[in-house]
C-alpha cells in the first residue's frame, strides 16, 4: 500500500513535465509567434560586459520566457519594450565586422525601464530586424534583412 501512494506521488510531476515538454515540442516557437504581426520588427538584446557582447541574447525564447510561464520573463520583455517604443531611439545600421568596435567606442544613450524594481540594469546592445511579409516567401523573393541597432545604458 505504501509503496503505491508513492508510485503515485511521484507519477503527477514527471506526468506534468511530460505535459509541458510536449506543449513546447509542439509550439517551439513561442505562443508570439503566431499572436505577433509580420510587420512588426524582431528584437533581440544582448548583455555588454566591457566593450564585449555576449554571443547568447539576454532574453531567449524557450519555456521559461518565452510561453509566457515566468514571471519575470513577461516583467524582463515589457521593460524591453518601454525602452524600444520610445520615440526618439537613434537606430543606426549595423554592420557585423564592426560590432566589437561600436560596442567599444560607441555612444551608450542613457535610459530608464521607468520601474523601481528593474530587471534590466546594465549595457546593452538592442538590434531590430524586419521581417519578410508572406508573399516575398511564396514567391521566393530574395530578402534583403535590414539591421539597426542602438546601444543602451539602462539605469
Known amino acids: 500500500?505504501?509503496?503505491?501512494?508513492?508510485?503515485?506521488?511521484?507519477?503527477?510531476?514527471?506526468?506534468?513535465?511530460?505535459?509541458?515538454?510536449?506543449?513546447?515540442?509542439?509550439?517551439?516557437?513561442?505562443?508570439?509567434?503566431?499572436?505577433?504581426?509580420?510587420?512588426?520588427p524582431l528584437y533581440n538584446i544582448y548583455n555588454v560586459h566591457s566593450g564585449i557582447t555576449d554571443k547568447i541574447p539576454f532574453l531567449k525564447v524557450n519555456m521559461s520566457y518565452g510561453m509566457g510561464i515566468s514571471l519575470k520573463g513577461r516583467i524582463i520583455y515589457n521593460e524591453l519594450y518601454s525602452i524600444i517604443d520610445k520615440d526618439n531611439l537613434p537606430w543606426k545600421d549595423l554592420a557585423q565586422d564592426s560590432l566589437n568596435y561600436i560596442t567599444q567606442h560607441g555612444n551608450y544613450i542613457l535610459t530608464s525601464t521607468g520601474s523601481e524594481y528593474a530587471a534590466l540594469r546594465g549595457n546593452f546592445l538592442i538590434t531590430k530586424t524586419n521581417r519578410p511579409s508572406y508573399l516575398m516567401l511564396k514567391k521566393g523573393e530574395k530578402f534583403h534583412q535590414l539591421r539597426q541597432y542602438i546601444l543602451v545604458n539602462i539605469r
Open 1 to 40: 500500500m505504501l509503496v503505491k501512494s508513492i508510485f503515485t506521488i511521484i507519477r503527477f510531476p514527471v506526468v506534468a513535465v511530460v505535459v509541458i515538454l510536449y506543449v513546447h515540442y509542439f509550439f517551439p516557437q513561442s505562443w508570439g509567434f503566431y499572436t505577433t504581426e509580420a510587420r512588426l
